[in-house]
């Protein structure tokens, strides 16, 4: 049935940043009308939701998650990033099996509907990548999910495999499941990182994936010991690494980029790769402060993505808008990082990451019918001056009333319609003890 959201506060974060009271016409997915809208001379018969003045904007989208940890949420606190990976995540990640993904990445899609995201990029895992793309396909969200690509030196034998077969299991995967779902569903490519791959896999993934039309993502320069190793290894800085092996591009989505060289930022830029910002985990980790401020200056396509459980430890995207807003006005003044820039690196700016800014990420006649209602009426949010503010720096992840895909109430009043929420976290529980077993 088609859809109509009544009496809403309209962020539309499109290039005018329009702010409308009115209501929002969705047809087959698809948005028709904004603003005044008449039915009277329609024969169709809408749904309508009547948001009572709450505020309406677009999906988060967030650029950078990984569902296969999220069984191990606690499980990892307070280590430094190397020994977190190698003591802790790595051993958890090779005990999973099908059904231990299945239920981590249900709980994880969960987890960032009910906050309020609707895509989100999925660096994924080295096996079992069916399973997440089987919870996706139930959850009614949207993402790209990649399969992680692991065939260094040192990599533990539950996780390396073999690149040429890393990427035959893709191109498989991207035939059977890629724009399906009317859309939701596309099919990446993820390297972990520099000192998890030979060389000439990483050109070979940069190849593939550009040859195929893929997303490709990794981690870059997110720990000071990681990028002395590069430089050690192979003479340049991490960036310029993986620009060498040519995965910097404009199909391309680089998680964290702390320890960046003056000179980074230039490569960043010229060949308009995207950085996703993670500020949770890089605060948890100890990690450092990604020079955000700078990149945007620059022109770079800078995005927000909680990262993984384990070093965050929640999926919730309003704990990355609020910190990203805060944690850099020490540095750089008051000024920088406001509440609207963050809520577009949220929205369109990591649609435009992902290369699906003329589907999704503002309200726009002709988009996608990605949306989500949060509440205003909290005594945490009232009295409300700027709507942006009150966003990013007042709400929370349980304001969202209602969530909205492909023009779908997917989530509503803490119910969603086509999971049952007990299950999933009774069975999540259930699958962590028997991963834990296997260890």
Known sequence: MDLIITN?????????????????????????EIG???TDNKKKVYRVLDAEGAFLLPGFVQTHVHTGQTLFRGMADDVELLDWLNKYIWPLEAAHNERSVYES????ILEMIASGTTTFLDIGLVHNTESILRALSESGARGVICKMLMDGDGIPKGLAQDNSESLSEIRFLKEKYHRGCNGRIMIGVGP?????SRERSLVEAAEFARGEGLIITTHSSENIKEVLSIRDRFGLSNIAFLNKCGVLGENSVIAHCIWLEPSDLEILKDSGTSVAHCPSANLKLASGFARVPEMLKYGIEVTLGADGAPCNNNLNMFNELRLAALIHKPRTGPVNMNAKTVLRMATIGGARALGLDSEIGSIEIGKRADLIVVNNRGIHTNPVDNIYSTIVYSSMGSDVSCVVVDGNIIYQNGTHYLWDLDEIVRKSNEEKGRLLKRL
């Open 8 to 32: 809403a506060n309209i962020l539309t974060l499109d290039d005018e940043d329009r702010i409308l009271f009115g209501s929002v016409l969705v047809e087959d997915g698809i948005i028709k």
């Open 36 to 38: 005044r809208v008449r």
């Open 105 to 108: 990445a249900r709980l994880s």
């Open 192 to 196: 972990r990182f520099a000192l998890s």
